[in-house]
T-cell receptor, first 113, second 113 residues
Framework: DQQVKQNSPSLSVQEGRISILNCDYT??????FLWYKKYPAEGPTFLIS?????DKNEDGRFTVFLNKSAKHLSLHIVPSQPGDSAVYFC????????????FGTGTRLQVTL | ETGVTQTPRHLVMGMTNKKSLKCEQH?????MYWYKQSAKKPLELMFV???????ENNSVPSRFSPECPNSSHLFLHLHTLQPEDSALYLC????????????FGAGTRLSVL
């Protein structure tokens, strides 16, 4: 049973436009969420996180939104750049099983010129 | 020096071989992790070490044997593996284990023949 789901395996966006990547979760105990970016032949790189006490966190071009009632989070990238082309993973944890991050399957983002 | 270094990057082994994967972190972190990523599946946590003590074994078969001699080094000893064990093995580290960002190495791509 997959507790973190990224239902879109791929997304293509034009340079300069907004990229929106979505993630749904089923475990109501999750209270900390992270987004990672992965380029080919590299390990996942931390991008941005959000705690369940917030509904938005912003870092430069990246904003993560959390909707606890819908058990949904999204990552917005604006403006999108060609260098943003990568696989994006959503991950979640709960304080009770602190060390365990549960990952989604990833969304491949391609930013076209 | 990169933060988390994994060696080797690629490994091909037969089912009767014994090999080891190595991970080293230069970030001063106290927790280290092994993950497995199979094709089209999310990252699966295998083991967690915190201050050199194993705190989580996610029902991993005994043919995978971790070792953490100190907070900077983590090994995964492999013996009598099966072809279905072929995957990308990722090491990560974090400062602690509660709401801490995990930093990943580039991974070892393992093929079991």
């Amino acid at each position: 049973d997959q507790q973190v789901k990224q239902n879109s395996p791929s997304l293509s966006v034009q340079e300069g436009r907004i990229s929106i990547l979505n993630c749904d979760y089923t475990n109501s105990m999750f209270d900390y969420f992270l987004w990672y970016k992965k380029y080919p032949a590299e390990g996942p790189t931390f991008l941005i996180s959000i705690s369940s006490i917030k509904d938005k966190n912003e870092d430069g071009r990246f904003t993560v939104f959390l909707n606890k009632s819908a058990k949904h989070l999204s990552l917005h990238i604006v403006p999108s750049q060609p260098g943003d082309s990568a696989v994006y993973f959503c991950a979640a944890s709960d304080t009770g099983t602190a060390s365990k991050l549960t990952f989604g399957t990833g969304t491949r983002l391609q930013v076209t010129l | 020096e990169t933060g988390v270094t994994q060696t080797p990057r690629h490994l091909v082994m037969g089912m009767t071989n014994k090999k080891s994967l190595k991970c080293e972190q230069h970030l001063g972190h106290n927790a280290m992790y092994w993950y497995k990523q199979s094709a089209k599946k999310p990252l699966e946590l295998m083991f967690v070490y915190n201050f050199k003590e194993q705190t989580e074994n996610n029902s991993v078969p005994s043919r995978f044997s971790p070792e953490c001699p100190n907070s900077s080094h983590l090994f995964l000893h492999l013996h009598t593996l099966q072809p279905e064990d072929s995957a990308l093995y990722l090491c990560a580290s974090s400062l602690g284990t509660i709401k801490n960002i995990q930093y990943f190495g580039a991974g070892t791509r393992l093929s079991v023949l």
